[in-house]
């Protein structure tokens, strides 16, 4: 098959393909959080592990990477930046292995500083998406809550 006989297949994908719009869509919104976040130097992905932990109390790794939906290493690389900073603590645990951790005092302050920051952030990313997007987003991601709890 020479290419010319691929350029309606390469078309359909460019302009059709869930996934590739999806991860479009995800960086950019992921660039607001980030941009309003910046001057507390810290990141929206870390801020969502930061909310987990305060949400768990002891946050076990493997129950935070199903929740957020991450990958053990990328989890692992961002917990060992958070507890340099001093944002997060790591818990001895009877199993050496799993290294469950919490929220320290001082990450609990740098979530209550980065409240107003989150907040302009999530309301250009409703401007960006539109309200009926939002909702929809919502809808879609407890229908994913379930499905993987029903697995």
Request: proline fraction near 4%; hydrophobic fraction near 45%.
């Amino acid at each position: 098959m020479n290419t010319n006989q691929l350029h309606p297949t390469i078309d359909s994908i460019a302009g059709e393909c869930i996934a590739v719009r999806m991860r479009m869509l995800n960086r950019d919104v992921t660039k607001i959080y980030d941009v309003a976040l910046r001057p507390l130097s810290l990141k929206v992905s870390q801020m969502n592990i930061l909310v987990a932990a305060g949400k768990m109390g002891i946050a076990r790794p493997a129950e935070v990477c199903a929740r957020l939906h991450l990958d053990v290493s990328t989890l692992s690389r961002n917990v060992e930046r958070m507890k340099a900073r001093g944002w997060l603590e790591v818990i001895p645990d009877a199993d050496g292995r799993a290294q469950p951790f919490r929220l320290t005092s001082e990450g609990a302050k740098l979530l209550k500083k980065a409240v107003p920051a989150w907040e302009k952030a999530q309301h250009q990313a409703t401007a960006l998406l539109g309200d009926d997007f939002v909702e929809l987003l919502g809808q879609t991601a407890e229908r994913l809550k379930l499905d993987t709890h029903s697995h």
